[in-house]
């Protein structure tokens, strides 16, 4: 097994050497007009895996997060990826199935179905869909290909004979997600969230069935799932549970807990030859189960808290589809390897960037398995990477602090660093960090975050760098989720999102503006500033007494935190995005347009237009340098620097 360092600091070099070398944001004289944009070249580019499948000796890799997203061909004879497919709609490529010689992809938003023909090299369109994500997919002996989806949780049934789909319905009625999906010659199995269910569908009458023991079924997810002739297996969340059943007698079932401390989730499954291989998050341990004497082995930690999308067996060999890798288990010998799949060849391309944040010497570019991180000086890139995704980053001295999700963690990084360090993961069912603050009265770092799918509340992290101590308190504002922060004089001030986990519809309807004391730690008051907001999106502190925001509805408000009134507002842009207050001006973006709110007379003018910003989630980031004379942002999915007068 490769050491974890070393594959690190390989695979940020590779990535960083398929990145070209972008025009130096300092190279922008001083003396620019405002909203002069130099562009900086791709914001982060990365090669991250969805899926995979093989057709004799070729594994075909699916990618996410690209455009267009790709299919690469690795040959394992050759050690080489030999083509690429490019799929040219959707974000990116969650599932795989094969069907004799043709692969199968389903993509998510927008949720088309390919069909790639590995003889004739060829790339088809066969159906789309009008659900959100396809995030599973799985062929039945007779050829047939079964999709699960999102919003609503559903299923179909592509006839490649045919060349038809046939709407199978919502198997748990209510239900969100469809996450997994098996089939056999007579059901089509799904594995349900955010309320966990996993139900035998009959192929010929339609008629359902619940498989899933009433001991368990108050769990959240069957999220992953493999099936044998006689057994099926599926990963439950949270709580990193293997449920293991036969498929004539659902009664006779087994419930395997993954032993990695602090393990959550099972997120990839197999049923091979006796066993059960599953790969659980965040620990990212690879662990086997045999079926008949009912013992659990833990193989290895193939890549330290990666996700591994997908199992598949091979001529013997267990393969692990990676962000960019594809670790190799043999069985027969216990080794454990590692195959960059870049390294060989696979496409590496400009993603969808999560975050940007300037601490005025690097701009960090957030996005999946990472960050690009450009020198500012020299517009060198280099790829810190990190086994998540940074949603949200932020300097204080000479320290960047970064939320990184899944498991809500915080982490920190130094300037020259070739890793980053993991301080605390949230727990309290929180996966998703959402904003940064730091309030220099009482040092601490302040990190609201989303809680995972179907569950409630959001919560609030507080963490000191001067004594260690990492608390975290749930709910804040009960039954939403905070979302944005600013703090000054010991209080944070929240924003908040009317959505809890996804999947769980909201119960409330309208975001709040609320103020939490640092130090009696207590929430002091609460109020909605924005009728009818969805979210407000950030918050930015002006002169003493006023708090600026900005909510989804595009509207700028003006808070007096005195009086706790509202007492102006103008609408700006087409939905809501990052506020930044310098003196008696203020930035803002939607992801079109940066606009200059002139804080005085209250009127806003847009600086810069037709950005386009491509970001992932569609939530348009901003960051302000330190200097307060650049902002840089993202038009298409090139990181740009806008000269600002700041004042």
């Known amino acids: 097994m490769i050491p974890r360092r070393r594959f690190l600091q ?106 790639i023909d ?34 609503p949780g559903r299923v179909w049934e592509y006839d490649p004979a045919t060349g038809t789909s046939r709407d199978l319905g ?39 069935r619940e498989l899933l023991p009433p001991a368990v079924a108050d769990r959240d997810w069957v999220a992953s799932l493999a099936m044998s002739d006689t057994h099926l297996a599926g990963g439950m969340n949270s709580l990193a549970e293997l449920l293991v059943l036969e498929k004539a007698a659902p009664q006779n079932h087994k419930v395997v807990k993954a032993t990695a401390a602090g393990e959550k989730y099972i997120v990839s499954v197999l049923i091979h030859d006796g066993h059960v291989y599953f790969a659980g998050r965040p620990s990212g341990t690879f662990y086997r189960y045999n079926l008949a004497t009912e013992q659990l082995e833990v193989l290895g930690v193939p890549y ?64 999946k398995g990472g960050a690009d991180i450009h020198d500012v000086a020299t517009g060198k890139v280099t790829r810190l990477a990190i086994a998540g995704e940074p949603k949200t980053l932020i300097t204080v001295g000479d320290t960047t602090y970064l939320g990184v999700y899944t498991q809500a963690a915080l982490y920190a990084h130094r300037p020259g660093q070739t890793e980053a360090r993991l301080i605390a993961r949230t727990g309290n069912q929180q996966d998703r960090p959402r904003d940064l603050a730091h309030d220099p009265a009482t040092g601490l770092i302040v990190m609201p975050t989303q809680p995972e799918p179907g569950h409630m509340n959001g919560a609030l992290s507080l963490y000191s760098p001067g004594t260690g101590t990492f608390e975290t308190y749930r709910p ?91 007492t102006r507002t103008i609408k700006v842009g087409a939905k809501g995005g990052e506020l930044f207050v310098t003196g008696r001006v203020a930035y803002c973006t939607d992801g079109e347009a940066i606009y200059k709110i002139d804080l005085v007379a209250f009127t806003a003018k847009p600086i810069v237009e037709g950005l386009a910003g491509q970001w992932f989630g569609g939530e348009p980031k901003l960051a302000l340098d330190p200097s307060h004379r650049a902002l840089y942002a993202v038009r298409g999915r090139d990181l740009v620097r806008v000269a600002i007068a700041g004042r």
């Open 10 to 115: 390989a695979a940020a070099a590779t990535t960083a050497a398929a990145t070209l070398t972008a025009t130096p944001a300092r190279a922008a004289t001083r003396a620019q007009s405002e909203g002069t944009l130099t562009d900086l070249g791709p914001a982060s580019v990365a090669s991250p895996l969805g899926n995979g499948e093989f057709v004799g000796g070729v594994l075909y890799a699916g990618s996410r997060g690209l455009s267009p997203n790709v299919v690469g061909a690795y040959d394992l004879a050759q050690d080489s990826v030999t083509a690429h497919f490019d799929i040219p709609t959707g974000v990116g490529i969650w599932a795989m199935c094969r069907v004799g010689t043709d692969v199968y992809v389903g993509t998510h938003a927008r949720s088309d179905l390919y069909r």
């Open 118 to 151: 590995t003889v004739a090299n060829q790339v088809t369109k066969v159906a789309e869909y009008p659900d959100h994500y396809i995030w599973t997919m799985a062929s039945s002996p007779d050829g047939k290909v079964y999709l699960g989806t999102s919003e």
């Open 170 to 208: 919502q198997p748990a009625p209510g239900e969100a997600y469809v996450r997994s999906i098996q089939a056999d010659d007579r059901y089509v199995y799904a594995g349900i969230g955010t309320h966990a269910h996993l139900i035998a569908i009959d192929r010929a009458t339609g008629e359902k």
């Open 304 to 367: 330290f808290e990666a996700a591994t999308h997908r199992l598949l067996a091979h001529e013997g060999r267990i393969y692990g589809i990676q962000d960019s890798a594809v670790f190799v288990y043999d069985p027969a010998t216990g080794s454990l390897d590692y195959v960059n799949l870049v390294q060989r060849g696979f496409r590496s391309a400009p993603e969808e960037p999560m975050s940007v944040h300037s601490d005025g010497r690097r701009v960090y570019v957030g996005g």
């Open 476 to 566: 804040v504002v009960e039954r939403q989720t905070v979302c944005s922060v600013a703090a000054r004089h010991g209080v944070a001030y929240l924003g908040t999102l009317i959505q809890e986990g996804l999947g769980l519809p909201p119960v409330t309807t309208t975001a709040r503006l609320a103020a939490f004391d640092l130090v009696r730690r207590k929430l002091l008051w609460q109020l909605e500033p924005v009728p009818g907001a969805r979210q407000i999106s950030s918050l930015s502190l002006g002169r003493t007494g006023t708090l600026y925001g900005m909510a989804s509805t595009g509207e700028v408000f003006e808070f007096d935190l005195r009086s706790r009134k509202v």
